[in-house]
């Protein structure tokens, strides 16, 4: 199954498995915990991370126990407490 | 020691300058800067003042630790009643001025009473004069700054001064240090033109001591070793807060439009990629480099140049002479001035986004204010309730970029609409019958976090003691991280004592991102007397944040001041995580007057004022 994953607030700050585009078709045998989205998708720090999965924040507390499957389309947006 | 001890008192009225010592005691409870300024404020100016009345004070306040080696030791703040809110204004600016000031030897600069003629204030460490500004008044401040320092012979003086706009009343004016470097919001460049002050030149030799000087350098090494590594200061530093665009885009909170919409179609032409594109005409990116100051280890400023081949930038210039200053690099877009300036007009031009950010740093103007009262006049156009006839021809509908760029330069000189613009979005909604179009909280436009998704900001916003603000509350990273209102008054109540410490420190709210404030307290503790642990400055920021509001409540604001306009109350945002929210905060603000010791009127309690000291 495929899951896109899009990066946002990145620049060329992004894992290796991303392209130009931030943007990432990730395969995977079955649904995965967020937490384990971001490891497979090479986040090795996730501090400042928000998990989007259509339109809908997943918040930390829930990243080891939600599932996200198949055509699923991800956000993850990098943030600060910025100006 | 930190401290300096002294403070230089102006009387422009009477041409008077004396120096006093500063009151330790209030140092004490009030540390620096926004702070210490406050108070003195307080004490010397009756609330109910008229902001531009001879009577209003402004002081120019450092804190203990500018002007030290700590990272971002370079801030320092205005504090005066602003002329934009009619509120207590505290406002935060960085670049070289600040730690000049304190170089020279001062904690504060108070300034009263109102010179019979132009004139600028020249501090040489104890060498005080009040000089002539005829020659200076009506220029902008690109050409006010290289040129008082060619009249004073003395190439590292550091200016702050007010462009044409602050000398003609707009009510969101401010003081520009530095060429692009600003005490930024609620007015106060308007207050300082009231007072006949073009400019402050200052040069200091003096230093800064600490108290325990090897301490403060183990402090300060620590928090580096935490700051330098982590990806936050990697990110502030190549990408700035421009970042924040895609992400509130994203989210669904970019304010878009005059927050008709909550995400903005155009956001790749301006953001923080778009900057870095090279032109085709020169080969060239809009983003030049970085800037830092004072002390600074992350240098999140732009430096950006306009187009060269850009109209903004070539043929006559409507005040007289050419544009060619306008090819020179700039203080370039942040994320709150490409907000304002882009989603909030509905502009996707990078050009004129630049273009109009430089003239608020040419003849110094708020960008968020300038950005979202041309929304505004754009929203009243756009329902019918302004045309052409009353906008000197401008069809200023969102979208329309020349209309934007034509606007800015207006009102910068109070031509025309631009007078009207000047008022700044709530007396200009006001004027023309429609109030509910301003989007302001006690009449100090919204930064760029749309407050239908971010639960905390809408309280954060409502509560501000200097109107619609986003840096005085820091729950951006939480409410991105889940749109609920679950937590939000405790961390937005927390998080308004630590700022109301870390703006009166000294030092960046930035820098504070990136380190536990534990290292601030050590930082603070090693260089100032008085024994300061992180819950001594929370209270500290606490009696700050209620020093404000009696100021407020004396000036005559009330719980119905604590709100937040009707178009983010009834219509729900569009689009993204946030996409059906409204900013309902009715409940929030009553748990948030109960937790502060306030009574329902948000009024502070006895019990609260005796614990504060106040």
């Given at each position: 199954m495929t899951i896109e994953i899009s990066l946002f607030g990145f620049g060329d700050e992004r894992p290796a498995a991303f392209g130009a585009g931030n943007r990432l078709a990730l395969e995977a045998p079955s649904p995965l915990s967020p937490q384990a989205l971001l490891q497979a998708a090479g986040f090795d720090d996730t501090e400042g991370l928000v998990l989007i999965v259509d339109d809908t924040v997943i918040q930390v507390a829930d990243w080891q126990r939600e599932q996200i499957g198949d055509g699923a389309a991800v956000t993850v947006l990098s943030v600060f407490e910025g100006g | 020691m930190a401290w300096q001890h002294r403070v230089l008192r102006v009387d422009l009225g009477a041409a008077r300058c004396s120096i006093e010592p500063l009151r330790d005691d209030w140092a004490q409870d009030y540390l620096g800067q926004r702070g210490l300024g406050s108070k003195y404020l307080v004490e010397e100016v009756d609330p109910r003042v008229d902001p531009l009345s001879p009577d209003n004070k402004l002081i120019i306040a450092t804190g203990p630790l500018t002007g030290t080696s700590a990272s971002t030791g370079g801030r320092s703040s205005a504090i005066t009643k602003g002329a934009l809110t009619g509120a207590i204004a505290a406002s935060n600016t960085g670049g070289l001025f600040g730690a000049e000031l304190k170089l020279a030897g001062y904690d504060l600069l108070i300034l009263e009473g109102r010179a019979p003629a132009p004139v600028y204030l020249w501090i040489r460490d104890d060498e005080v004069e009040i000089r002539d500004a005829g020659s200076w008044w009506g220029r902008s401040v690109w050409e006010t700054e290289p040129g008082l320092r060619a009249e004073l012979g003395e190439p590292q003086a550091k200016i702050a001064s007010i462009g044409r706009a602050g000398e003609i009343g707009v009510r969101f004016a401010c003081i520009v240090n530095d060429m692009d470097r600003a005490y930024g919001r609620s007015g106060v460049g308007a207050v300082m033109g009231s007072k006949n002050l073009k400019a402050i030149a200052v040069r200091g030799s003096r230093g800064v001591g600490v108290r325990d000087p090897a301490a403060f350098q183990k402090a300060v090494a620590e928090t580096l070793a935490v700051m330098q590594p982590s990806a936050l200061r990697k990110r502030f530093t190549t990408r700035g807060t421009h970042n924040m665009m895609d992400v509130t885009h994203q989210f669904g909170a970019l304010p878009t439009r005059n927050c008709r919409d909550t995400q903005f179609e155009g956001v790749e032409a301006i953001n923080a990629d778009a900057v870095k594109v090279p032109r085709r005409?020169?080969?060239?990116?809009s983003l030049q480099g970085n800037k830092a100051c004072f002390a600074c280890s992350i240098a999140c400023g732009r430096i950006a140049t306009l187009d060269p081949t850009s109209p903004y930038a070539n043929g006559a210039d409507p005040q007289g002479g050419d544009r060619a200053r306008y090819k020179q690099p700039s203080g370039g877009l942040e994320y709150e001035n490409a907000y304002a300036f882009g989603p909030m007009c509905g502009v996707d031009d990078l050009d004129t986004l630049n273009y109009a950010n430089f003239l608020c740093n040419e003849q110094g103007m708020d960008p968020i204010s300038m950005g979202v009262s041309v929304a505004a006049a754009m929203d009243l156009f756009e329902e019918g309730v302004i045309g052409v006839e009353q906008t000197d021809?401008?069809?200023?509908?969102?979208?329309n970029a020349a209309a934007l760029a034509r606007a800015v330069e207006l009102t910068a000189f109070g031509e025309g609409f631009g007078a009207d613009i000047g008022l700044g979005a709530a007396r200009l909604c006001a004027k023309y019958g429609r109030p509910e179009l301003a989007m302001a909280v006690k009449g100090q436009e919204f930064p760029g976090y749309d407050p239908r998704g971010m639960k905390g900001m809408a309280l954060a916003y409502a509560t501000s003691n200097r109107g619609g603000c986003h840096m005085r509350a820091r729950p951006v990273v939480s409410d991105l991280s889940g749109v609920t209102t679950a937590g939000k008054v405790e961390l937005v109540k927390t998080t308004q004592d630590l700022v109301g410490a870390i703006d009166s420190s000294g030092l960046c709210m930035f820098a504070n991102a990136m380190f536990p404030a534990e290292h601030l307290a050590a930082m603070i503790d090693a260089a100032c007397e008085g024994g300061w642990t992180l819950e001594r400055l929370e209270r500290t920021g606490e009696r700050i944040w209620n020093l404000e509001r009696q100021f407020n409540l004396a000036a005559g604001f009330t719980a119905a001041d604590d709100r937040l306009p009707e178009r983010v109350v009834r219509e729900p945002a569009r689009?993204?995580?946030?996409?059906?929210?409204?900013?309902?905060i009715a409940a929030m603000l009553a748990e948030y007057y109960a937790l502060r010791g306030w009574d329902a009127n948000g009024v502070p309690g006895a019990e609260t004022l005796q614990r504060l000291g106040l």
């Open positions: - | 005409s020169d080969g060239k990116p021809g401008l069809e200023l509908r969102f979208g689009g993204g995580a946030a996409g059906g929210e409204v900013a309902d």
